[in-house]
């Protein structure tokens, strides 16, 4: 059974650094052709995809996100990490982490339950 759970700071203030971290029971970053997702959904809209992170360790970025969106893995093998720069009120969501089988897939199988983190002074 694989588990996922996000952990980070709730409260983030305007221009700093978001950082989240995701660590994963029941499976490894690094194994074979898995991805690793960070995914938002802010009040009011659809779910937003934010970048992957693939059992290589090469990472993929949303484009409207990419100039302030960092994902990498823990040496331990069970985390990857988000950092996004630069925030705004605009980036107040919540963040879940989750997993696809396979890259080619698409389909992420396994989520974190969320975490809600605020952008506020």
């Known amino acids: 059974q694989v588990q996922l759970q996000e952990s980070g700071p709730g409260l983030v203030k305007p221009s700093q650094t978001l950082s989240l971290t995701c660590t994963a029971s029941?499976?490894?970053?690094?194994?074979?052709?898995?991805?690793w997702s960070w995914i938002r959904q802010s009040p009011g809209k659809g779910l937003e995809w934010m970048g992957v992170?693939?059992?290589?360790?090469?990472?993929y970025y949303s484009p409207s996100l990419k100039s302030r969106t960092s994902i990498s893995r823990d040496t331990s093998n069970y985390e990857f990490s988000l950092q996004l720069n630069s925030v705004t009120p605009e980036d107040t969501a919540v963040y879940y982490c989750?997993?696809?089988?396979?890259?080619?897939?698409?389909?992420?199988?396994?989520w974190g339950q969320g975490t809600q983190v605020t952008i506020s002074s």
């Open positions: 029941g499976d490894y970053i690094s194994t074979t052709y898995r991805a």
């Open positions: 989750s997993r696809a089988l396979t890259y080619w897939s698409g389909v992420y199988d396994y």
């Open positions: 992170i693939f059992y290589d360790g090469s990472t």
